[in-house]
């Protein structure tokens, strides 16, 4: 788990704010869709 955990971050360093924001918005459209 500690290992993933640490994958995550520095993953989510790496990745640019507009990035994250896409990948908020696409998951939230996906999440909506199954309703």
């Known amino acids: 788990?500690?290992?993933v955990?640490?994958?995550n971050i520095y993953v989510l360093?790496?990745?640019r704010i507009?990035?994250?924001r896409l990948y908020i918005i696409s998951s939230?459209?996906?999440y909506t869709m199954k309703f």
């Open 1 to 3: 788990m500690m290992k």
């Open 5 to 7: 955990k640490n994958i």
């Open 13 to 15: 360093k790496r990745i």
């Open 18 to 20: 507009r990035d994250i």
């Open 28 to 30: 939230f459209l996906t």
